[in-house]
């Protein structure tokens, strides 16, 4: 397979490249390649995206997403990995449910899919899961998920034992007691609306532990879904400090606030929640700075039923994978304050190396995972023209730049958009 006359994103910067992909992988990288291809003018070729925090809901939800359907969503958004987390039912927190995953996924034979093992035993706080055994059946790190584990000399050993296996603990950081019940930011638009908010503190205190455990112990963590401007400040003070931290943020908390729920919209309730306006820039610039390594969806597809009711019942999440390229590049690079190579280091690059997954780099002998953008290309958000099941979004209705043309995994074209 060639991609021809491309503009390809590198380290270096972005040049006009022909692709040759033999046998799954980059064979050849030049100005022109002799024969027959793909026909890339106009578009920019970034290493296939990876996401490192999807939910595919199956086993056990399969009414809301499924490995196939979550698969579909992923290639039509650019990615060639996805990484899917472990609350499902039964839990991913033993190698038959792992397994399950990894052969499922290669029976649907779209993206690469990897599976998050569970932390503890029905990620109920309580004790260790089969973390070894887990990873030999193709788990790629450990995470709690949407929960903290409570219990800090339980986490401190989590930590110890992933590292044994090779692996890194993803931490969702919310400390429950505070929360109490929270489903909004508290601030001006909690107050506007009657609902009970949860403070920054309850993020900020476990990122803090976290840092404090990976600092004591000598041992690497990743933090999930950093939404607010303190949290940031607290992982820069920690890199600098030299913890082996690393983090991520989400599409929705460098585009939205928390003004999006003044209309009582169920689509912008997420965990952790939009943040205000300082948050929000303060992501960007963690972001920008290098403080925050990579961007995740955080895929949360729902069915309808688990929205369209009061905003108090209503389920977390938002559908991310098909709107989180074009969000992102609208927001960040197309406004400057990231490079293309940035932004295919945040989305590619940086997933890749925390995970320890092959990808991440356009270069000879790399996977031929690539992705195709026309960066534009203005489109409108269609929520009904998702591949993914779940339909919830707060984008419905908004205008984005960059669009997904060509996924390519492995040296195959997995989804392709048909130009005019």
């Known amino acids: 397979m060639i991609l021809k006359h491309a503009d390809v994103v590198t380290g270096g910067g972005v040049k006009r490249l022909d692709i040759r992909a033999e046998n799954g992988r980059i064979a050849e990288l030049a100005p022109e390649i002799e024969g027959e291809g793909i026909d890339c003018r106009g578009l920019t070729v970034f290493p296939g995206l990876i996401d490192m925090h999807v939910h595919l809901r199956e086993p056990g939800f399969e009414k809301k997403e499924n490995i196939e359907s979550g698969a579909r969503a992923a290639v039509k958004g650019g990615f060639s990995q ?32 990897h599976p998050i093992g569970a932390i503890t035993v029905g990620q109920r706080g309580e004790n260790l899961a089969a973390i070894g055994a887990m990873k030999a059946a193709g788990a790629v790190a450990i995470s709690e998920d949407g929960k903290s584990v409570v219990k800090t000399s339980l986490m401190a050993n989590a930590m110890q034992y992933a590292a044994d296996f090779g692996l890194k603990c993803l931490c969702h950081c919310e400390d429950a007691s505070l929360v109490d019940g929270g489903v909004v930011h508290e601030g001006y638009y909690s107050t506007f609306t009657g ?45 600098a400090r030299g913890v082996r931290v690393t983090a991520e943020t989400c599409p929705h908390y460098f585009t939205l ?29 963690g972001l920008r700075d290098g403080t925050i390594d990579c961007i995740a969806s955080d895929h949360a597809p729902h069915h309808e039923d688990d929205k369209n009711v009061e905003f108090n019942y209503a389920a977390f999440g938002i559908s991310g994978l098909e709107t989180s390229f074009a969000l992102s590049y609208t927001q960040l690079a197309a406004s400057g ?78 989804y392709e958009e048909k130009r005019a």
């Open 82 to 113: 996805i990484c899917c987390m472990p609350n499902t039912e039964p839990v991913a927190d033993n190698k038959v449910v792992v397994s399950y995953i990894v052969n499922r996924a290669r029976e649907v034979g779209l993206c690469k899919i």
């Open 195 to 239: 609902l009970k908010g949860s403070i920054r503190a309850a993020e900020d205190i476990i990122i803090a532990r976290e840092i404090c455990l990976a600092e004591s112990l000598g041992l690497p963590v990743h933090i999930c879904h950093v939404s607010t401007y303190s949290g940031v400040q607290l992982i820069r003070e920690a890199k």
């Open 257 to 285: 606030t928390d003004a999006a729920i003044a209309e009582f919209d169920t689509n912008a309730k997420v965990n952790p929640p939009l943040r205000e306006e300082r948050d929000r820039l303060a992501v960007i610039e």
């Open 337 to 414: 304050a990231l490079t293309l190579p940035a932004l295919a280091e945040k989305m590619s690059g940086a997933p890749a190396r925390i995970l320890g997954l092959e990808g991440g780099k356009i270069e000879v002998g790399a996977p031929a995972d690539l992705t195709a953008a026309d960066l534009n290309e203005t489109w409108t958000v269609d929520p009904k023209e998702f591949a993914s099941k779940g339909k919830n979004t707060p984008f419905a209705g908004r205008e984005v730049r960059g669009r997904v043309k060509l996924t390519v995994v492995d040296g195959a074209v997995k």
